[in-house]
Every structure is written in C-alpha cells, then in structure tokens.
C-alpha cells in the first residue's frame, strides 16, 4: 500500500469544516437573525417557522462551527453569534462575490441546492432574508 503525500487540500479541512456551516439555508437564516441580537430558540422558531428540533440541530451545528454561544436565562438558552463582526465582514464579501458571479452560482448543477435558498436582501444591514418579514 502506497501512502498519498498530503497535497494543498490536506489543510483546506477547516476551511471546509466552517463553510459547511454556511450552506444551508436554514442556517443561513438562523445566523442573519442572529445577526439582530439574541434569540432564544422560541423565538428563532417562531420568525423561522422552522421545527423546534430543526432549529436546535442547526445551532448545534453552528455552535460546532464555533459561529454561535449560547447563555442560559432562566430555563431556555439565549443564542447569539460568536463572531459578529467578522460575520458581517463575510456577508459583505459573499454579495459582492454573488453579484460578481451573477446567476452562475444558482444555475450551477452541481451546487445547486435541494431546497430553496433564502436571500440576502442587499443593502440593508437588517439581517432579513428575502421574503421574510421583520419581527
């Protein structure tokens, strides 16, 4: 048995570890209310309408992610994201990118996703999703 040598993408791990966080789009909305302040899970659920589970699995991954701490209050958790500064550097970044790329990425069979994806609406830093309203 032959031992492969471990090429550029041996330390690309991380990288994909933490974008995996970002692509779904549950998560994705999870991390822009986030954006607004702290949540509990009740009140992700209910602006979401997502599952209580869906939205608890998905903060465990983003906790996993090192995106999202958690407090306790009381007896529920109060989220908030770990890094907010940074996040907000990287949607910046990400929609310059999309509208580099124009509609590639969406018409990319191979990235396409299974379910529809939430977009950011741009120019406004209120963390909304399009198709969401504020609440």
Request: proline fraction near 5%.
């Amino acid at each position: 048995m032959t031992m492969m040598n471990a090429g550029p993408c041996a330390s690309l791990g991380s990288a994909a570890a933490l974008f995996h966080g970002f692509s779904d789009p549950s998560r994705l909305a999870i991390l822009r209310r986030l954006a607004q302040g702290e949540q509990r899970v009740t009140d992700l659920v209910s602006h979401l309408g997502l599952a209580q589970s869906t939205v608890s699995q998905h903060l465990a991954c983003l906790r996993g992610c090192g995106l999202v701490d958690s407090r306790p209050q009381g007896r529920a958790s109060v989220w908030s994201l770990a890094h907010g500064a940074e996040l907000d550097d990287l949607w910046v970044a990400a929609e310059r990118l999309l509208a580099a790329t124009g509609e590639a990425v969406a018409l990319c069979p191979a990235s396409a996703p299974a379910t529809p994806v939430a977009t950011p609406v741009s120019g406004q830093g209120s963390g909304q999703v399009a198709g969401q309203v504020a609440g």
